[in-house]
């Protein structure tokens, strides 16, 4: 009887056994399909298009840019810096060179809003030197050697697929107004307009806040209303408009200290350069990183509106940005989410940015 119900006990267990190494295939098998999938998908073509200079939440998107260019996940084209000043486009190259993408085109805004609001000159870390004197951070490019940002446009949209590119747009309007206003030239007998209109599936912009109480279009808009008045009513319909809200980043703010925090082990990196040279406001919102993560993840990462139509009204500084909700829009805007959701955002970027190099 003894000897049964060993027997009995060795079958149940090899049984289980079976049964256990059956479903670690299984999941095995899973995670290898999925790992495919990841690996099979297209990197996004992507052109960024920011007004750096001023705000920090810019540079942290660059950051995150280069790391998803490593993995894979974004193609990117080239960088529009639409704020004039040759250090704007210097600090652009800094981080690419930086984190190891020296070769990404850069276009620059030489025709745009005139001394715009500088929040942090950051753009004064393209002088810093070492203690031999030399540049404190390699440069690959001489900024006053950048192609106009309108042109660079030009360039990059007359050689990409029809419908292949995705704008993010977390600055001014200014180079795109110029973009829709241009005429044909050396790189395409299209006016912008039609090249536009052509080549781009998608625009993900950040403006606008869309409250019951509050229509503002957000300052980058607001400071550059004409242009962004070009922009608004001349973007073609079958251009998709993706909106990041301000009230989106004003809840997902990094701090200084943990920006330092987080970038401690590190001797030399221009973020935590900029924030141990210059004086960054506490209450550092991560407002565009939200369009670059909705560029680059989908839709599935935020609550979205219904699908609707923009109205620009140009007021100068009370420039408002009307929407209204209809099934056959092209536009839509991310939605407020939970404390739970601005950590989970935030975190991601903290995760990013002690990635390093």
């Known amino acids: 009887m003894k000897k049964n119900f060993i027997m009995i006990f060795m079958a149940l267990a090899t ?3 079976m049964e256990a190494s059956a479903q670690n295939c299984s999941a095995q098998a899973k995670g290898c399909k999925q790992k495919a999938c990841c690996q099979m998908r297209q990197p996004v073509k992507m052109i960024l298009d920011a007004d750096f200079g001023s705000s920090t939440d810019d540079l942290f998107g660059l950051m995150m840019l280069n790391h998803y260019i490593d993995e894979g996940l974004v193609d990117l084209q080239g960088i529009i810096v639409d704020r004039e000043g ?3 486009a210097g600090v652009v190259d800094i981080f690419n060179t930086y984190y190891g993408h020296p070769d990404i085109p850069v276009g620059l805004e030489r025709n745009g809003v005139k001394n715009p609001r500088c929040f942090i000159p950051y753009n004064q870390m393209c002088d810093l ?9 390699k440069r690959s490019f001489d900024s006053k050697q950048c192609m106009d940002g309108y042109k660079l446009y030009r360039k990059l949209l007359s050689k990409a697929e029809d419908n292949s590119v995705v704008i993010v747009a977390i600055g001014f309007a200014t180079t795109l107004a110029q973009l829709f206003e241009s005429k044909g030239d050396e790189y395409s007998k299209l006016s912008g307009l039609d090249l536009f209109k052509q080549k781009v599936k998608a625009v993900y912009l950040q403006a606008g806040r869309f409250e019951p109480t509050d229509s ?6 607001r400071a550059a209303s004409k242009q962004a008045n070009v922009f ?4 073609p319909e079958k251009v998709e408009l993706i909106m990041s809200p301000s009230n989106i980043g004003d809840k997902q703010r990094y701090l200084p200290e943990d920006v330092l925090a987080d970038l401690r082990n590190v001797d030399l990196n221009p973020i935590k350069t900029v924030y ?22 989908g839709d599935n990462q935020y609550s979205m509106s219904p699908r609707g139509y923009v109205t620009f009204v140009d007021k100068g500084e009370e420039s408002l940005l009307l929407f209204k909700a209809d099934p056959n829009g092209n536009a839509r805007y991310q939605l407020p989410g939970d404390s739970y959701f601005n950590m989970e955002k935030l975190m991601d970027i903290r995760r990013h940015n002690r990635m390093g190099k």
Do not use: E, H, R
């Not at 503002?216 to 808009?221: A, K, P, V």
């Not at 608004?232 to 973007?235: D, E, R």
């Open 15 to 17: 049984l289980f056994t």
């Open 129 to 137: 030197k070492d203690a031999q004197g030399n540049p404190l951070f």
């Open 232 to 235: 608004f009513s001349k973007l």
């Open 276 to 297: 141990q040279q210059y004086t960054i406001d506490p209450g550092q919102a991560m407002w565009d990183v939200n369009c670059i993560i909705n560029a680059v993840y």
């Open 86 to 88: 040759d250090n704007n």
């Open 216 to 221: 503002l279009s957000g300052y980058n808009m």
